[in-house]
C-alpha cells in the first residue's frame, strides 16, 4: 500500500500544525529528542550504566532506531478495560505472542504489556524486542467498579523475565494517589537498581475534574503538574495524554474552593490555545523535556484512526515530545492494517521536516 503524504493526511489541519510557530516557551529551551539523547541528556543524571544500556535498548530498536524517538505499542486493556471488550473486534490477541509480533512487525521501539502476557512469550521474543512489564494495573471485576491502581506483580520479577523497563500509572488526583506516589516511586527506585528503565502513565483522575459540562482531566495544567509529580520520581519516561484543553485550576479554583496553586502566567505565556503550545506546556514540567514526554494515542475510533494518530503525532514532535504509545488504533483491526497505523506514526518522526515549533 502506498504510503499516504502527511499533509494530504492532515487535509485543512495541515498549514495550522506543520507551520504553527509557537510564541510560548522558545524551542532553544527545549531538550528535544535527537540521536545522543540518551548520552547527553540522560548521561550525566544517576542512571547507571546498566539503566543506560536498557534504554538504549529501547531507543536502538525498530524504525525509529537512533533516533531519539520512540514509538510503543502499549497492550494492557485485557486488565484495564476487560479482555472480552478490548479483544472482540480482533481476538486473536487473546494470545499474547501476537501482541509481540505486532510490535515486531510494527517497527515499534518496544512493546508494553502484562506480566502475564510477557511470561509467555520471554524466552522467545525478550532478546528481540524491549519489553516494558506494566506493574500496576484497574481491574474491573470488582463491584461496583472503582477507580484504583494496585500491582500486579514485583519489579523482580519483571526483571526475571528479561524487561528493559517496567511501567506504571498513577491516578493523580484519585483518593488513592498517596498510597500510589509511595509505591510507584519504591518500585521505580528497585527498578533503577536492577538497571532498567521506567515509564509512568500519569493520568489525573476525579470526578470533580468535570465542572460545568467540561472535562478537565485532559487539561494542560492539570496534566502538567501530574507530569512534573511524574518526574519528581525519577521516571525516565512520561506517558500522558494529548492535552484538549486548559484552565483546570482555574474552574476548580473558585466560589469557596482554593484547590491547587496557580500563576496567570500559565494561561497567558506559557500555553496559548493551539494544540502545541498545550503539549508544549506538557513537556516543559517534564523537566524541559529531559523526561521524554510520550502521548497516548486514544481509543480506536475507526475510519478517522489514521488521521487522529497522524495529527497526535505531528503535535507531540513540534511540541517537543519524545513520540507515541499507541494501542488499541493497532490491535483493534487486523494486523496488516495495525502496522499501516503503526508506521504512519513513525512517519512523522522519521520526517525531518516536521520540527519542533
Known amino acids: 500500500m502506498a504510503k499516504r503524504p502527511i499533509t494530504e493526511i492532515l487535509g485543512s489541519d495541515a498549514d495550522y500544525l506543520l507551520n504553527y510557530k509557537s510564541k510560548t516557551i522558545s524551542k532553544e529551551h527545549i531538550h528535544a529528542p535527537n540521536a545522543d539523547f540518551v548520552d547527553n541528556v540522560f548521561g550525566p543524571s544517576n542512571r547507571s550504566t546498566q539503566v543506560l544500556r536498557s ?8 524504525r525509529l532506531a537512533g533516533t531519539g524517538f520512540l514509538s510503543i505499542l502499549p497492550i494492557d486493556q485485557g486488565i484495564e ?48 524486542v524491549p519489553f516494558v512489564v506494566k506493574i500496576n494495573h484497574n481491574e474491573l471485576l470488582t463491584y461496583p467498579n472503582k477507580a484504583d491502581q494496585i500491582m500486579f506483580g514485583s519489579v523482580r520479577d519483571a526483571w526475571n523475565l528479561g524487561a528493559a523497563a517496567v511501567g506504571a500509572t498513577i491516578y493523580f488526583g484519585s483518593d488513592n494517589s498517596s498510597r500510589q506516589i509511595i509505591e510507584v516511586a519504591k518500585a521505580f527506585e528497585e527498578a533503577h537498581e536492577l538497571g532498567m528503565a521506567t515509564i509512568l502513565w500519569c493520568y489525573t483522575r476525579n470526578n470533580a475534574f468535570k465542572k460545568d459540562g467540561v472535562d478537565y482531566h485532559t487539561s494542560a495544567d492539570l ?135
Do not use: W
Open 81 to 128: 478495560h476487560s479482555a472480552g471488550a478490548s479483544f472482540a473486534k480482533n481476538p486473536i490477541y487473546f494470545d499474547p505472542e501476537n501482541i509481540v509480533k505486532l510490535a515486531i512487525e510494527g517497527g515499534c521501539n518496544a512493546v508494553a504489556t502484562t506480566f502475564g502476557a510477557l511470561a509467555f512469550t520471554s524466552r522467545k521474543y525478550a532478546h528481540k
Open 223 to 357: 496534566t502538567g503538574q501530574a507530569n512534573h509529580l511524574g518526574v519528581t520520581i525519577q521516571a525516565d519516561i512520561i506517558k500522558q495524554k494529548l492535552a484538549t484543553n486548559n484552565g483546570g485550576f482555574k474552574a476548580l479554583n473558585t466560589g469557596g474552593s482554593s484547590y491547587g496553586k496557580l500563576d496567570e502566567k500559565i494561561y497567558t505565556e506559557l500555553t496559548s490555545e493551539h494544540p502545541i503550545d498545550l503539549c508544549r506546556y506538557q513537556v516543559i514540567n517534564c523537566y524541559m523535556g529531559r523526561a521524554g514526554l510520550i502521548n497516548s494515542g486514544g481509543e480506536s475510533k475507526g475510519a478517522s484512526d489514521l488521521v487522529d494518530a497522524v495529527r497526535t503525532a505531528v503535535i507531540n514532535k513540534r511540541a517537543g515530545g519524545m513520540g507515541l504509545i499507541s494501542g488499541r488504533k493497532a490491535f483493534q483491526r487486523p494486523m496488516k492494517e495495525g502496522v499501516e497505523i503503526l508506521n504512519a506514526i513513525q512517519d512523522v518522526y522519521l520526517d525531518k521536516s516536521i520540527d519542533v515549533a
Open 55 to 62: 534504554l538504549g535498548s529501547l531507543f536502538g530498536t525498530g
